[in-house]
């Protein structure tokens, strides 16, 4: 097992820079989770750690190796493709012994190997099938076991579970996770989702334009997202932003925002009165407020799930999204009033969308 | 409000042939009506009559009688038939062989990303193009005895003080025979299998290049099975193909010298049309259905869909 240094990567294609300098490091059996949304460099950052790709400038390291130019086959890494790669002319037995039989492993130990990871991945009944024979879910677990024979220093999955069905999505993640915690290897996990980031990461790292946006244990970006862009991407549903001005009066600290309404601060936000903020507010942290203390919203669409309620309300000239976990009988059209939680506000810069 | 549905006020009859209409059995044999006779008009009855022919003595100009096995007995002791049996048997071997060779390399080379891909995909196909007649004329023009550019280039060269004889010797006409057909079945192979590479997955080159396997790995144990299905598609046809070969041998030899080139088919024509003898020409194209027959049926079974092609079934 290994840790996985990245180093002022950058990749171009062409005269098109698509990753312009990151720098993440990985230690040793942690999971790590590259997520964001399409074509934000992920799926390139990953295929430069196995090798597919090449790196323009910068340095990759794996268990303190320098591996730039080392082949795909010498790096040691296993990787998990979205449509599996599975090669269709081989049973499932064949896929997983394919690499020991290139390393001329001896038939017993590749057996007992294959054996081994076909129990843990619930296989072994399905070890003489082809890969047509099997579901989406056994393919992939397929393309897992393929990765756990070979023992690598370092897992790399490129979103796995997205040809899935939501249930077994799921189910998988789980499985992914307790096979992580089973094994310890160190595991680079590539995604969209921000709830598969969420769900199953040590860390994750947030990706927008070929850059890093912000890296983070989940609670921590879900707390304290650094930028609009994480503050938006991480959670679901997501943050609510509304802009204003920033206005104060003695103690009392408010977002002026449109239409008059007034957002509450507290008294210690770190903006100066007059400055232009967006104002962040995540939607299970707004409380219902009764008559004249809280922000008055009027409901537009109620959708019940069952476990909790999401309301969308128009608030301030902007659509808002509230969720409760009480059951309240609202109307569309209904005027209500909503308070945010003071200590859950985020404040984020109108033109540098930083945190505040 | 409620409507009811009446009986239609049609007639019996005409209920009745509707009805039978409607049965997809009746349908399918009706829809299936004009491609059928096309086939058993154009197809089936040549091949009838041609068959049938063998068994008689028919010339140009006079009807024969059924004269059962003579054609073929005096086949059977003919030297001229058998050596274009070999000949028929060498040509398809060799050249079968040396296109599946040379089509393989060519489309594994235009699989990759070269320069000018499009042009060059498009010239290779240009021997299939061009009639082949008109290509029979420039080999013929290449193996000529005195103009041949071959013999000029290698004679100017100074590997050769004398003309090669292309034509005019046995050993020479069959090899120049077999490269032309080669030059011309070339580009047919490599298409092919080019568009059967194209849809491999590049996911599982990089899965084996992960996995430890080097360039000629990923060849045998990726491209080649993958490719297997449409390879024996091809192999089949272009079998058929080269078996049956007519134009490129009776436009550059006419089966000389001393019927050194003659294939079964232009045998056949030779012995039919100018010979005069129909009865022995169709005998003759007759023979050919075994060796057809037995090329079809192997490729049949090499053919037949691989266990891992096939659907979810369990095993």
Not at chain 1, 96 to 111: E, G, H, N, P, Y
Not at chain 1, 187 to 197: G, N
Not at chain 1, 253 to 275: F, I, S
Not at chain 2, 16 to 29: A, K, M, Q
Request: charged share 15%.
């Amino acid at each position: 097992m290994a840790g996985v240094v990245v180093r002022d990567v950058e990749k171009a294609f062409g005269s098109v820079k698509v990753i312009h300098g990151i720098n993440v490091d990985i230690a040793d059996g942690e999971f790590v989770v590259l997520v964001g949304p399409s074509g934000c460099g992920k799926s390139t950052l990953l295929r430069m750690i196995a090798g597919l790709e090449e790196i323009t400038s910068g340095s990759i390291w794996i268990g303190g190796r320098q591996v730039n130019n080392v082949p795909p086959k010498d790096r040691d890494v296993a990787m998990v493709f979205q449509n599996y790669a599975l090669y269709p002319h081989m049973t499932v037995y064949d896929n997983m012994a394919f690499s020991l039989k290139l390393r001329k492993a001896d038939k017993a130990v590749i057996d007992e190997r294959v054996r081994k990871a076909a129990e843990i991945l619930n296989l072994s009944d399905y070890l003489q099938r082809y890969p047509r024979q099997l579901s989406g879910g056994q393919r992939q677990r397929v393309a897992m076991g393929r990765a756990i024979v070979r023992d690598p220093q370092v897992f790399l999955f490129d979103e796995p579970l997205s040809n899935l069905d939501a249930k077994l999505r799921v189910q998988m993640r789980t499985e992914i996770k307790a096979l992580h915690q089973r094994l310890k290897t160190t595991t680079i996990y590539v995604t969209h989702d921000q709830i598969e980031a969420m769900t199953m990461a040590d860390r994750i790292v947030v990706m927008h334009d070929g850059v890093v946006e912000q890296i983070g244990t989940p609670l921590e970006l879900y707390d304290r997202p650094a930028n609009l862009f994480v503050a938006g991407f991480i959670g679901s549903p997501a943050m609510n932003f509304i802009a204003g001005t920033v206005s104060r009066n003695g103690s009392d600290a408010w977002v002026e925002a449109g239409q008059g309404v007034r957002l509450p601060l507290p008294a210690d936000a770190p903006a100066e009165a007059g400055r232009q903020v967006i104002y962040g507010i995540r939607p299970e942290h707004l409380m219902l407020a009764n008559g004249s203390d809280g922000v008055p919203a009027r409901v537009e669409v109620v959708e019940p799930t069952g476990a909790e309620t999401q309301v969308f309300v128009e608030m301030a000239g902007t659509q808002v999204t509230a969720v409760f976990t009480e059951r309240h009988p609202f109307r569309s059209g209904e005027r209500i009033a909503l308070s945010p939680r003071l200590d859950c506000v985020h404040l984020f810069d109108a033109e540098t969308g930083r945190h505040l | 409000m409620a409507t009811v549905l009446k009986p239609q006020s049609v007639s019996p009859r005409l209920a009745t042939l509707s009805r039978i209409l409607d049965h997809p059995t009746v349908l399918s044999v009706i829809f299936m009506l004009p491609a059928a006779s096309i086939l058993l008009l154009f197809l089936t009855y040549p091949l009838g009559l041609g068959i049938w022919m063998g068994f008689t003595d028919v010339r140009i100009g006079r009807p024969g009688v059924f004269i059962g096995l003579e054609n073929y007995i005096s086949l059977w002791y003919d030297g001229v038939f058998w050596l274009s049996v070999f000949n028929t048997l060498l040509y398809t071997t060799v050249a079968t062989v040396l296109k599946f060779g040379l089509g393989l390399w060519l489309a594994l080379l235009l699989n990759h990303s070269l320069p000018f891909k499009a042009f060059i995909r498009a010239i290779v196909l240009l021997p299939y193009i061009i009639p082949t007649v008109l290509s029979a004329i420039a080999f013929w023009w290449i193996y000529d005895a005195q103009f041949s550019i071959i013999s000029w280039s290698l004679e100017r060269l100074g590997l050769i003080d004398r003309y090669i004889d292309f034509l005019g010797d046995p050993w020479n006409a069959r090899w120049s025979l077999i490269a032309a057909n080669v030059w011309r079945g070339i580009p047919f192979v490599a298409i092919c299998l080019l568009a059967g590479l194209q849809t491999i997955s590049p996911s599982l080159y990089e899965a084996a290049a992960l996995d430890g396997a080097n360039a000629w790995q990923r060849f045998r144990h990726v491209t080649v099975p993958m490719l297997m299905p449409i390879l024996s598609i091809v192999l089949t046809f272009s079998v058929l193909f080269t078996f049956t070969d007519f134009q490129l041998i009776y436009a550059i030899t006419r089966g000389g010298p001393m019927n050194a080139t003659h294939l079964m088919a232009t045998l056949a024509f030779q012995r039919a049309i100018p010979g005069g003898q129909l009865g022995e020409g169709a005998a003759i194209a007759t023979a050919m259905i075994p060796f057809l027959v037995f090329a079809t049926v192997f490729s049949y079974y090499g053919l037949q869909r691989r266990k891992w092609q096939q659907g979810a079934a369990d095993d």
